[in-house]
C-alpha cells in the first residue's frame, strides 16, 4: 500500500517562502504613501486612522508609533509636498531671461500637479490647526519669484519694491488654473474621452501668453 504525504508536506527539495518584514523606514513610506491617497480622496477630517490602518494592512497602534496619530503623518505629507513642490519651481527661476524664467517656473508647476496629483489635492484641502496651509506655501513660492522679480525690475529701472505685487499675481494665477487644469483633466478620463481637457504644454502656452505679455510692457508708475 502506497503512502500518501501528509496534506502540510511538500516536494522533495522545496522550502516554505518566508514572509518578508518591512523595515521601520519601508512602513514609514507605506504610510506616507497611503496615507497621502486617503487624505487626497476624503481630506483630513474624514479620514480615520482606523482607514489608514486597514489600508496599509496593519494595526492602529503601528500608525501611532511611526507618526503619533493622524495629525503627525498629515503633517510630514503636507511638508513632504510642499518641499517637493517648491524645489521644482525655484530650482528653473535662475534663466537668464525673465521669460524664460516665467514659462519655466510654469511649467514645473504644472509638472508637479501633473505626476503628483494627490499630493496636490492634499495641499489644497483645509489643513488642521498647526500644519502648514496652501495660502502660506503660495506666499514661500512667491518670496522665491520676488526675489528674481527685483533683480530684474531694477536691471530695466522699474521700482523693485513693486515686485512682490508682481510675483504673487503671477504664483497665484499659476495656481488657481493648476487647480482648474485638475479637475478638468479628472473629469475626462471619467467621460470615456467625451470630453476633452488642454494638454500641460497648451496650459503653459497660455500662462505665459497671459503673463509675460502683460510683464514685458509694464508701465513703470502706473496710474491708481
Same mark, same amino acid.
Given at each position: /500500500? !502506497? ?5 502540510? %508536506?511538500?516536494?522533495?527539495? #522545496?522550502?516554505?517562502?518566508?514572509? @518578508?518584514? /518591512? ?16 487624505? &487626497? ?6 479620514? !480615520? ?6 489600508? %496599509?494592512?496593519? #494595526? ?18 503636507? *511638508? ?16 537668464? +531671461? ?12 504644472? $509638472?508637479?500637479?501633473?505626476? =503628483? ?15 502648514? @496651509? ?5 506666499? *514661500?513660492? &512667491? ?8 533683480? =530684474?525690475?531694477?536691471?530695466? $529701472?522699474?521700482?523693485?519694491? +513693486?515686485?512682490?505685487?508682481? %510675483? ?22 471619467? %467621460? ?30 502706473? =496710474?491708481?
Amino acid at each position: /500500500m !502506497t503512502r500518501q504525504p501528509a496534506p502540510d %508536506a511538500r516536494p522533495e527539495g #522545496t522550502t516554505a517562502k518566508p514572509r @518578508t518584514r /518591512m523595515t521601520g523606514r519601508e512602513r514609514r513610506e507605506q504610510l506616507l504613501t497611503v496615507g497621502r491617497r486617503i487624505f &487626497a480622496e476624503n481630506g483630513y477630517e474624514a479620514t !480615520t486612522v482606523e482607514e489608514i490602518a486597514e489600508a %496599509a494592512g496593519i #494595526t492602529k497602534p503601528v500608525v501611532y508609533e511611526h507618526f503619533g496619530g493622524k495629525e503627525g503623518l498629515y503633517a510630514v505629507i503636507v *511638508d513632504r509636498e510642499e518641499a517637493r513642490l517648491l524645489e521644482r519651481i525655484t530650482a528653473v527661476l535662475a534663466a537668464e +531671461h525673465p521669460r524664460q524664467a516665467v514659462e519655466q517656473a510654469a511649467d514645473a508647476f504644472l $509638472g508637479y500637479i501633473e505626476e =503628483h496629483p494627490d499630493g496636490f489635492r492634499v495641499l489644497t484641502r483645509d489643513a488642521p490647526i498647526g500644519v502648514g @496651509t496652501f495660502a502660506s506655501l503660495i506666499g *514661500d513660492i &512667491a518670496e522665491s519669484v520676488t526675489d528674481v522679480f527685483s533683480v =530684474h525690475f531694477r536691471a530695466r $529701472g522699474y521700482p523693485a519694491e +513693486h515686485a512682490p505685487v508682481y %510675483a504673487r499675481a503671477l504664483v497665484g494665477m499659476v495656481a488657481m488654473v493648476g487647480e482648474w487644469w485638475l479637475h478638468e483633466r479628472e473629469f475626462a478620463s471619467g %467621460a470615456a474621452g467625451l470630453v476633452r481637457t488642454p494638454s500641460r504644454a497648451q496650459v503653459r502656452a497660455h500662462l505665459v501668453n497671459l503673463s509675460w505679455n502683460g510683464l514685458k510692457d509694464l508701465e513703470i508708475d502706473p =496710474h491708481v
